[in-house]
């Protein structure tokens, strides 16, 4: 049974007194397959205890900074985009406290058993902030929403995700359209909102300028349409005491829209003394003061995310599994115990009747990272080429499966292992090609071809082919 463990330098004053208290930097050491969720008070002054959530969420570890987090509150006047950034929170002073920890524990469990199922990909971490960012959107299962916000430069915000972002680096917005691009998540429209080109900022003031000089010390008039004489003026030229009257005619007006109207606004710069009808409208911005046309800034699309399929394999498995997915979605892949299985039946048939070679082959495609970080959006166009390569080389008959993303394995029945060379040679040939000539990425394939035998133990010519080819 999990339990809350608070996060403080110092144990809060109104807490459940069986809880366990640690603080950040014990964190490490804590055996967090044991924690359901964690605390961390946010007292009067809010900045500490969310500096506390900010260097859980920015660990590299994703047992830490994946794990559900909720504040206790002292205070209710916390700003919203802070209080939404924990996955929940708790009143310190609640007479229900233990109770209201317990709900917490039970409705936190979904997300710590999908922890639970994400694979370590490296001793080093998950230093990929895309990466990591997915794989907080698939733990939580639910759709990511913006908030407005005037505390941020950015306007909106996603309150969840912006521990995980260090200041002033990388914007969440390319950091999430970089994830849709990659179809590992899926956009709904919320709004549209414009930036500064030049600094991001949401804060923009919108103001009409003179199209001679540029001031905008404009005074704007409305123009009266007198219908039975015809005659255009400006209001104030109708003004007579209480009642408006023709400057032409002299007729005093009844009724507007039955004998005059008000066609339009007149503009009367305050500095040229220039008078016109359209003004130019201008931006500038609150946080560099820099001035341009609306039309020159960033026109953004603001956007509610959730996981897709694709998404949900890449946060459990590695980004790298995106060509896994095109390749399945392609090609008929069966799965590795599935693959060892035909391979030892078919050696079996080979070694009975004696009349006919088969072959294995294992192919290995060294350099497919640098598809992504060269190639970004444009990655999966890529590996739609090497899967239409896979297809028009392969036969058939011919049993297919793939292995941590960049192994390939082929069974090719009735073919010597010549002939397989030889078809392995124009896949190579045609990959290499793909990405060396015309991406200029640096791609190698190494590969084993053997005859199928009962003497071929799959795992261990794998392991050689890795180690003989070792960087
Ligand atoms: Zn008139
Ligand atoms: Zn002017
Ligand atoms: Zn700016």
New binding site residues.
Partial sequence: MRKPLIVSATAPEHFPHDMAVCSFAELGAVDIAAVSFLIIPLEADWQQGYADLQRIRRHVDFKIYLCPVLFLLSKKNIPPEILQAADGYVFADSEQLTKECNTWAARLEPVNARIEQLKILSDAGDSSLAFKVLRFIETRDTEFKPIASAREQKGFVYPPLLPLFPKDDISPFQVLDYLESQRLLTATFVSRSYSCTHCDCAFLNFFETCPDCGSNDLRSEELVH?F????VGELSDFIQGEHLV??????RLKQLGVDHDKASVVFHCNACSSIFQEPKIMTSCYNCWRETEPENQVSRQIQAYSITAIGMNAARYGMDSLLQSILESKLNVISHSIFKKILKLESERIARYKISTSSIVIMRLAGIETIYEKLGRRSSEVFNEISKALQEQLRSADVFSVRDENIFLILMPETPVQSADLAISRLNDRIVSLLTTNLNIDCTIHKTIKAVSSDIVLDQEIEHLLRTNAA
């Fill in positions: 007198h039975k004489c015809a005659y023709c400057p032409k005619c002299e007729t």
